[in-house]
C-alpha cells in the first residue's frame, strides 16, 4: 500500500549537504536545523546562527505574507516559499487555511494561470508539449519523484471561468495538488501536476512575447484524442496504481475522455464528478434543513456544461435512491443554457443534455423569446421552483425579479451561485439574503463574506470542490482501489452532508468551516473506501483497519531530525 512517508534518520545517507540540501524543498528546514545538523550537513555559515522552531518560521512566514499589496503578490509569495521549504509552507497554509485556501488557489488561481509565463519562477510537475507527442513515455519518466499517488491533469482550456489559458492551465493542478496534501494528507512528494499543453486559442496569449507555451492553435478531433490516448497508455504502463484526476477540459472533451477510460484505470473528473459530489452533498444538507425530501424538489439548473450535467447527474442519482423512478427524476429537472431551456424540440443538444429534455408537451405555451427560447425567468415564473443551481459563468444572472419570483413561491429557496471566479457568479450573496428576506439557504462557487441581515450574520458557504477531491484521494489511497465508481462518489456526498453545520444550527453555514476540513477529509475518505469495498473494486479489510490506514497515512507538515543527538 502507499502510503504518506516523512523524512528520517534512514534517509541520511542519501541527503545532500550544503547549499543543495537548502534547495531541496523537501528536506529544507532553514534557520530550524540544529546545530548538529548544520555540522553533519556543513550548512554553518549559509544561515544565521540562531536556530528557531517551525512555529517561530511560521510567524516570519506570516509577516511576509501580510506585506504583500494584492492576492497575486500573495499567490507568489506563496509560491515561493513552496519552492524553498514545503513543510513551512504547508504549516503556515494549516495554521490560516481559511484566509489563504483563496489565496492558493480559488478565486486567486485564476489570474495566477492568466499570468503563468509573467510570474513563472520554477519547474513544478510536467509540461507534456504535442510536438513532443512520441516522446510521452520518456517525459513521464522525467518526473521529479518515482513513487506517485496522485496526478491532477489539465489541458489548459476550461480554466475555472476565464477560458482558454494554454500552458498556464498548469496553475490549476499546482494549486489542486497542494489541498490534496493540505486537506487530504497525500505526501507532497507523492503528487504530480501535469498539463498537457496542445496550443491555445486565445489570441492574447499567442500574443504575448513571454508566453511560455507551445504558440499554436489548438489540435483538435481526433489529433487531439490520440494524443491523450498516448498520455493515458504511458500512465497506465509506468504508474498504474496512481489516482488520475482530470481538471479543466472543455465540454466537448470532458465527458468523453471520463467514459472512455473510467473503466481503465483509477481516473475521476473533478468538474463532472467532484462538483457533482460537493453540489450533491451540499444540497443534500440544505434540504435536511427544509424538513423536506430531495425527491420532492424541483431544480433549475442554469449552465449545461460538463459541470452542470454532472451535478444534475448526481442529483439525479439520489433522487432514484430515494425511491423515484429514471422518468420521475428527470421530471424534476429544468436545464437551461444559453440557448434557453433544453427540451425535446431542440436538435442541438448532446446526448448527455438530451436526458433532461423537457417534452414540448409540458412548455406548451409558455413564454418565449423572439429566437424561440425559454429563459431563466420565465422557468422560474411558470415551475414551483425550490433549488436554483448555477454553473454558467454568467455574472449576474440570477436577478432581483428571478429571485424575488422564486422566493414568493417558496418559504426556504435553496440558491446556489456556483460559476467562479466572483465575476462570473451568478448572483451576489448578500443580495440574494436581502431580496429573500433573509430566507435564502445559500452556497456560492466564491467566496463572500458574512452577510448582516435582521440583527445577525448570515455564513456564506463556498461550495467548493476542495470539500471532496483531497478526501477522494486519500480514501482510494489508503482502500488500495482500482477504480472510482459513482456509488462512491455519491457516498463522498453523504458523508459531507452529514457534516453540515446547519444540521444543527439551521442558522449555520451548509458546510463545516475550512478551519475543521482535514479532520472531515477523513471521515469523507472512510466512507470512500467502504463503498469500494462494497463494489468489489478494494480489497477487503475490516472498517478499523481502514480508519487506522487513513490516520496513519494522512502527512502533517513537521520537521523530522536528519540525525541523532547526542
Not at 53 to 71: C, F, I, M, S, W
Request: proline share 6%; with cysteine; net charge neutral.
Amino acid at each position: 500500500m502507499a502510503t504518506a512517508r516523512s523524512i528520517t534518520n534512514s534517509t541520511l545517507p542519501n541527503t545532500p549537504r550544503g547549499m543543495d540540501l537548502l534547495e531541496t524543498p523537501l528536506q529544507n528546514k532553514g534557520t530550524a536545523y540544529t546545530e548538529k545538523e548544520r555540522t553533519t550537513f556543513g550548512l554553518h555559515g549559509l544561515l544565521p546562527p540562531r536556530v528557531e522552531t517551525l512555529e517561530e518560521q511560521v510567524v516570519r512566514a506570516y509577516e511576509a505574507y501580510q506585506r504583500k499589496g494584492d492576492d497575486l503578490e500573495r499567490h507568489i509569495y506563496l509560491r515561493s516559499l513552496q519552492d524553498t521549504n514545503e513543510v513551512l509552507f504547508y504549516r503556515l497554509l494549516l495554521d490560516h487555511i481559511e484566509e489563504m485556501t483563496p489565496i492558493v488557489y480559488t478565486p486567486t488561481v485564476a489570474l495566477a494561470c492568466e499570468q503563468f509565463s509573467h510570474i513563472y519562477r520554477r519547474p513544478r510537475g510536467l509540461v507534456i508539449s504535442y510536438p513532443l507527442r512520441d516522446s510521452i513515455r520518456q517525459l513521464l519518466r522525467n518526473r521529479p519523484n518515482n513513487k506517485v499517488d496522485v496526478i491532477v491533469v489539465t489541458d489548459g482550456e476550461r480554466i475555472l471561468g476565464i477560458g482558454d489559458q494554454g500552458a498556464g492551465g498548469l496553475g490549476i493542478p499546482i494549486g489542486k495538488l497542494s489541498l490534496y496534501t493540505l486537506i487530504g494528507g497525500i505526501h507532497p512528494e507523492r503528487t504530480l501536476p501535469i498539463v498537457l499543453d496542445v496550443g491555445t486559442n486565445n489570441t492574447e496569449r499567442l500574443n504575448d512575447p513571454e508566453y511560455l507555451g507551445w504558440r499554436h492553435e489548438r489540435i483538435t478531433g481526433e489529433a487531439y484524442f490520440d494524443f491523450v490516448d498516448q498520455f493515458v497508455q504511458a500512465v497506465k504502463e509506468d504508474l498504474p496504481g496512481a489516482c488520475l484526476q482530470w481538471e479543466d477540459l472543455a465540454t466537448p472533451h470532458a465527458r468523453p475522455i471520463l467514459n472512455r477510460y473510467r473503466d481503465q484505470l483509477l481516473t475521476f473528473n473533478d468538474d463532472v464528478q467532484g462538483t457533482a459530489a460537493v453540489a450533491l452533498g451540499t444540497i443534500l444538507g440544505a434540504v435536511r434543513v427544509t424538513g423536506r425530501n430531495l425527491k420532492e424538489q424541483q431544480i433549475v439548473m442554469f449552465g449545461a456544461g460538463s459541470a452542470g450535467i454532472g451535478v444534475a447527474d448526481g442529483l439525479r442519482e439520489a433522487m432514484k435512491g430515494e425511491g423515484l423512478s429514471e422518468q420521475e427524476s428527470r421530471s424534476r429537472f429544468w436545464v437551461i443554457d444559453k440557448d434557453g431551456l433544453l427540451h425535446s424540440g431542440r436538435k442541438d443538444l448532446t446526448s448527455e443534455q438530451s436526458v433532461y429534455a423537457q417534452p414540448e408537451s409540458r412548455i406548451a405555451g409558455w413564454p418565449r423569446t423572439s429566437n424561440g427560447n425559454i429563459g431563466p425567468a420565465d422557468v422560474i415564473g411558470k415551475t414551483e421552483a425550490t433549488i436554483l443551481i448555477g454553473l454558467s459563468t454568467v455574472g449576474g444572472a440570477f436577478s432581483e425579479p428571478i429571485v424575488r419570483e422564486m422566493a414568493r413561491k417558496v418559504e426556504r429557496p435553496i440558491i446556489f451561485p456556483l460559476s467562479n471566479p466572483t465575476s462570473k457568479s451568478e448572483a451576489n450573496a448578500e443580495d440574494l439574503i436581502h431580496w429573500t428576506g433573509g430566507r435564502a439557504l445559500i452556497a456560492s462557487g466564491s467566496p463572500f463574506a458574512p452577510v448582516s441581515y435582521g440583527g445577525r450574520k448570515i455564513p456564506i458557504a463556498q461550495c467548493n470542490n476542495v470539500y471532496i477531491f483531497p478526501a477522494i484521494g486519500l480514501g482510494v489511497v489508503t482502500s488500495e482501489a482500482r477504480r472510482i465508481t459513482e456509488a462512491m462518489m455519491l457516498a463522498a456526498a453523504r458523508a459531507l452532508a452529514g457534516n453540515s453545520p446547519a444540521l444543527k444550527d439551521p442558522s449555520a453555514s451548509l458546510l463545516p468551516a475550512l478551519a475543521e476540513i482535514r479532520g472531515v477529509a477523513t471521515q469523507i475518505a472512510f466512507a470512500v473506501g467502504v463503498e469500494a469495498q462494497k463494489d468489489g473494486v478494494a480489497p477487503k479489510i475490516s472498517e478499523d483497519e481502514l480508519r487506522q490506514r487513513i490516520l496513519k497515512a494522512q502527512w502533517t507538515p513537521s520537521y523530522s531530525s536528519f540525525v541523532r543527538e547526542m
